[in-house]
């Protein structure tokens, strides 16, 4: 995958968003290399589903696709993913609650519909800190429910990024959890959406970047 036509397009992205990632990352309290598992697996996916749309866009242009059906944005977000999420920072009752200095991470202005500024913030493709963010927060969110349950899994970018892809419904703590998710089909070799995540954190690619 990093000989790919692909990545090449990502990587760009990847360093021209670099602030930002390194921001949203700094804002959800984990690795960017990890965070971006997320984002990596969604992209993949989205360009070998929609290679004419790859070639004569996306790859010309160096930019990211923004999903726009049943998940959104450039990071696969689902609304109601997204909604859970910014449930889960207010609710000390949840096993996926990261604590009282992080609660109020999320803003609304006064009176707004919360949904629907929730929907622009994941769909903007001018400004992607929020998707970056909310897989951030996604990741973390996850860290602690496996966390409450005796196992640690904050460490483990292939986990990391197979649960984001499976969705918290399948987040089940147990021991030994494995790396998978959707097969994502890059230069021909087939992938697991974990893997991808995985083989990222742990190479050499835009380590400048994002070193840790």
Known sequence: WTKSAEWDVLSSVFS???EIINRAAKDAGISPRIL???VIGEQF???G???ESFKSYFEPLKILATLSSFSYGIAGLKPET????DENLKNPDSPFYLGSEIENL???PEGSDEASVRFERITDNKNTYYSYLYVG???RQVTAQWSNEGYEIGDKPGVLSTLYNLGFNRS???PNAGIGGAVVKVNDKEYSFGQLGEEFYYSNELRQEFPK
């Not at 997204?82 to 999420?85: D, G, M, S, T």
């Open 106 to 108: 999320i803003q609304y």
């Open 36 to 38: 971006l598992g997320g």
């Open 172 to 174: 089940i703590p147990k």
């Open 49 to 51: 589903n929609s290679r």
């Open 45 to 47: 996916r989205f360009f």
């Open 137 to 139: 927060l996604f990741m």
């Open 16 to 18: 021209r968003d670099e």
């Open 82 to 85: 997204v909604a859970r999420i």
